[in-house]
Nanobody
Framework: QVQLVESGGGLVQSGGSLRLSCAGS????????MGWFRQAPGKEREFVAGISRSGGVTSYADSVKGRFTISRDNAKNTAYLQMNSLKPEDTAVYYC?????????????????WGQGTQVTVSS
């Protein structure tokens, strides 16, 4: 199994930035494509960004493209989500997850391991 722990959430004003971290432990972190998802109150969990095992391939939801950047440091067993130009509609609990295969996917069911989530609140 892979254990995942997110950190870095908080309260930020509209237009501000935050960097989320996802620390992995257990099995070899570099074996797993990683994804970030978010869930706002009353809404379904949605894909935000994904990154391949090596970090060479990334993908983003249209709503965050150009504002968010996903990255990973396999030597540190950590994935990151840099969030810039934050908007109130970005307010949600953010989760990192580890998937099967080589490349990340937006399909939630492809992710086997999940962190506990970290709250991001963007004030207007």
């Amino acid at each position: 199994q892979v254990q995942l722990v997110e950190s870095g959430g908080g309260l930020v004003q509209s237009g501000g930035s935050l960097r989320l971290s996802c620390a992995g432990s257990g099995r070899t972190f570099s074996n797993y494509p990683m994804g970030w998802f978010r869930q706002a109150p009353g809404k379904e969990r949605e894909f935000v960004a994904g990154i391949s095992r090596s970090g060479g391939v990334t993908s983003y939801a249209d709503s965050v493209k150009g504002r968010f950047t996903i990255s990973r440091d396999n030597a540190k067993n950590t994935a990151y989500l840099q969030m810039n130009s934050l908007k109130p509609e970005d307010t949600a609990v953010y989760y990192c997850a580890a998937a099967r295969g080589v490349f990340s996917t937006s399909i939630i069911s492809e992710y086997d391991y999940w962190g506990q989530g970290t709250q991001v609140t963007v004030s207007s």
